[in-house]
Each structure stands twice: as structure tokens, then as C-alpha cells.
């Protein structure tokens, strides 16, 4: 497969699953009704960030798979880090189990630092793309715990 083909594919998969899920949760999402905590952004943040991130996710991958660094266990931790992330969106706007998105988040932290390493130790580049998205789940999880602590 082209080098092309492989990022493009590579950076379609999370844009495409983070479409999906932002179709799933458009129905349910109550943010702006929220008491929010210092630090808040407006919701229009939200969308462009998570293309960014998406983006920057992709060519990160896009990286390894192009230059055939790969392997099952980079698989397994970035489609599973894919996963979790996904669901921590219905978690939270779907579901609305506040508390038990802030525990999944956290879990989704685990994994990204894991992500982060491994594709570090195949591709500095790879590894360090995935830092914004750490950050931004870091603040993400503030924002999930601050909403869940003013809200209940």
C-alpha cells in the first residue's frame, strides 16, 4: 500500500469514529446547561480540538504503519485507547454516569501514556504527536470531575 493510502486510512479511522460519535451523543449533549468549572471553554472548542487531535492521531500512526513499525501490541493499545475514548463520550452525554466517565477517563489516561511510550520507542515523532491529546484529556478529565462534583 502507498504511503499515501496508509495515512489517509491511518487518519480517517479516528475521524471517522469520532464523527460517529459525535452523531450518536448531538441528540444528548447538555453542556451548555451545565454548572461548569473555572477554565470551561465554550462547546465550539470541543469539535475542532477533537479533529486535531484525530488528526494528529492518524499521522502518528500513519508513522509506524507507513514505515512498518507496528506491531500487535501497538495495535492493541491504540485501537483500544480508540475505543475507550469513544465511550467515554456516551459514558458522559449519553449515559450521563458522570462519575463513572471521570474513573473511564482516567483509564483513558493510562492508555494514551501507554500509547505515548510505545510509539515513542518505534518513532520519537509518533510518540510525541500524541502529547495534545494527552494534555487535552488531562483537562478533560478536570472538566468531567468539576461537572460532576457542581452537579450532583
Sequence with gaps: MSKFKIYFKSILIPVIIGGIVGFIISGFMDYNTLEKPFLSPPSIVF??????????M??????????????DN????YYL????????SIIFFVL??????????ILLIVLV????????????IAGLLQIPYLIWIIFASYLNLFIYLLNN
Design 47 to 56: 469539535p475542532i480540538v477533537w479533529t486535531i487531535i484525530y488528526i494528529l
Design 58 to 71: 492518524g499521522v502518528s500512526y500513519g508513522i509506524l504503519k507507513s514505515n512498518s513499525l507496528t506491531d
Design 74 to 77: 501497538i495495535n492493541l493499545v
Design 81 to 88: 485507547q480508540l475505543f475507550v475514548n469513544a465511550l467515554w
Design 96 to 105: 450521563k454516569w458522570r462519575l463513572f466517565a471521570f474513573i473511564w477517563i
Design 113 to 124: 501514556i501507554l500509547m505515548i511510550i510505545k510509539f515513542y520507542e518505534k518513532n520519537k
